[in-house]
């Protein structure tokens, strides 16, 4: 099949749209993001985009720590809500029936309804233009135990993920295999 030459652009698909939650804890905030990334294994730490003119960008340089919560494919129009209004405006918490939890390893709450929680403490942010990457190294990290198996591992099919792509949300389908199965390492 020929190739068609786009325009750069940012068509990485699918990426997951997580809620991060941020700020202090008797007024946490949530912000929807999908420039969100596993960038180290050990230590673990993971990478989120901001724009600097957002509020979550300003409450995450403030108090140096945020959560990624990943939601599940059923709390899509509560992603989508989050990513719609400002909190400097709206209680989001309150507003989408979430409830903010304690976090174990920082001061920032977790969202109690979303089955995985990464509690992140900022490292090292990086502004590259139109927005911001902290890098953050996760302290902890908080799951539903409905979604983990006898291994300790997360499994995908209870947890329901989410998906981010061309504007769209998306639900992920079918497991296809583990790391290495091709060269009978998995």
């Not at 960038?39 to 957002?54: F, K, L, Q, T, W």
């Not at 992603?79 to 029936?97: I, L, M, P």
């Not at 939890?101 to 709450?109: D, K, L, V, Y």
């Not at 509690?119 to 953050?136: A, N, W």
Request: aromatic share 6%; with cysteine; glycine share 8%.
């Amino acid at each position: 099949m020929a190739k068609i030459t786009l325009q750069p652009s940012t068509h990485l698909y699918p990426v997951p749209a997580v809620m991060v939650s941020c700020g202090p804890p008797e007024r946490p905030n949530i912000i929807t993001l999908a420039w969100v990334g596993t960038i180290n294994s050990n230590p673990p730490m993971v990478g989120i985009s901001i724009r600097p003119s957002r509020y979550s960008h300003e409450l995450i340089t403030q108090h140096g720590e945020f959560v990624v919560n990943l939601p599940t494919a059923e709390q899509v129009e509560i992603v989508d809500y989050c990513g719609t209004v400002s909190g400097r405006d709206h209680d989001k918490f309150a507003e989408a029936g979430l409830t903010p939890s304690p976090a174990t390893a920082i001061g920032t709450a977790i969202i109690a309804e979303c089955p995985l929680s990464l509690e992140c403490k900022v490292q090292q942010v990086i502004s590259l233009g139109s927005h911001d990457l902290f890098l953050g190294e996760i302290a902890a990290v908080q799951a539903d135990e409905g979604i983990i198996t006898a291994r300790r591992q997360v499994d995908l099919s209870q947890a329901k993920a989410l998906a981010f792509g061309a504007a769209e949300y998306w639900s992920l389908g079918q497991r296809l295999g583990s790391y290495g199965f091709s060269s009978n390492k998995g």
